[in-house]
C-alpha cells in the first residue's frame, strides 16, 4: 500500500501564476481532506471532498482556491494568481471512515 | 463551529519522566478525538485516538482519557524517551470522516 502521495513535492511558483497541487488517497479510501500549515503553526482545515462531490469547504479562502475529487484520477487543490501569503505546506489526508486520517507528505509551495 | 485549545504550547522533560498535554473543545456535538505527531520536516501520523463513549485508552506508553462533561481531553506519555521529541496535535470532529479541528500544537522536547 503506497499511502498517500502527493505531488510534487516542492513547487516554485511567481506571484500571479497557478498552483497545482496533486493528491492520491490511499487504496480503498473514499473520503480526501486538505489542510494548510504555514511555518510553525498548526493544520487549517481547507475543504472535505468524496468522489464527485464538495463535503465540506467552509476552510476554502472564497477567491482563487479551488478543489476538485474527479470520478478518475487524483484530488487538485488548485491556486490561481498566488500571492506571497499562500506559501505554505499543504497537506492532503484520506480516510475510509472508520479511522483517522492518513496524511500525506505534504506539498511546499513557495511564492517569490 | 468547532474550537480546539491545547496547553502547553511548549513542554520539555527529562528522559523518563512523564509528558501530559491537555486540550479542551466547544461543540458538544464532537464525538471522535485523535491525536497526531508530527516530527520536524514530516507528515503527521495519528498515534492514537478515543471515541465519546470511552473514557480512556491505552497503548504501550501511551494514554489518551476524555471527559466529556467537561469537554477536557488529555494525552498521557510515560516513560519518554528522545524519539518523543515532536509537536503534538490534539483535534475533534463529530464523526471519524467529518473535517477535523487541529489545536495549535505542542512542541515536546525530551532531554536525554
Known amino acids: 500500500n503506497a499511502g498517500v502521495m502527493q505531488n510534487p513535492r516542492h513547487l516554485v511558483r511567481r506571484r500571479g501564476q497557478e498552483a497545482r497541487l496533486r493528491c492520491s488517497p490511499m487504496?480503498?479510501?473514499?473520503?480526501v481532506y486538505w489542510y494548510r500549515q504555514l511555518p510553525e503553526e498548526g493544520l487549517k482545515f481547507m475543504v472535505y471532498?468524496?468522489?464527485?462531490?464538495?463535503?465540506?469547504e467552509s476552510g476554502m479562502p472564497k477567491e482563487r482556491f479551488s478543489a476538485e475529487f474527479p470520478k478518475e484520477g487524483p484530488s487538485i487543490l488548485r491556486i490561481q494568481q498566488v500571492v506571497r501569503g499562500d506559501s505554505a505546506a499543504y497537506f492532503c489526508?484520506?480516510?475510509?471512515?472508520?479511522?483517522?486520517?492518513?496524511f500525506g507528505s505534504g506539498t511546499r509551495l513557495t511564492v517569490v | 463551529g468547532e474550537n480546539v485549545e491545547q496547553h502547553p504550547s511548549t513542554l520539555s522533560v527529562q528522559e523518563g519522566d512523564s509528558a501530559v498535554i491537555k486540550c479542551t473543545y466547544s461543540d458538544s456535538a464532537s464525538n471522535y478525538f485523535p491525536w497526531y505527531k508530527q516530527e520536524l520536516g514530516k507528515r503527521p501520523q495519528l498515534i492514537i485516538d478515543i471515541r465519546s463513549n470511552v473514557g480512556e485508552k491505552k497503548d504501550q506508553r501511551i494514554a489518551v482519557t476524555l471527559n466529556k462533561t467537561a469537554k477536557h481531553f488529555s494525552l498521557h506519555i510515560t516513560e519518554t524517551q528522545p524519539e518523543d521529541s515532536a509537536v503534538y496535535f490534539c483535534?475533534?470532529?463529530?464523526?471519524?470522516?467529518?473535517?477535523?479541528?487541529f489545536g495549535p500544537g505542542t512542541s515536546l522536547s525530551v532531554i536525554p
Open positions: 471532498l468524496q468522489k464527485e462531490n464538495i463535503i465540506d
Open positions: 487504496k480503498g479510501h473514499s473520503h
Open positions: 483535534a475533534a470532529s463529530e464523526t471519524s470522516y467529518d473535517k477535523v479541528i
Open positions: 489526508a484520506s480516510s475510509s471512515g472508520e479511522k483517522g486520517y492518513t
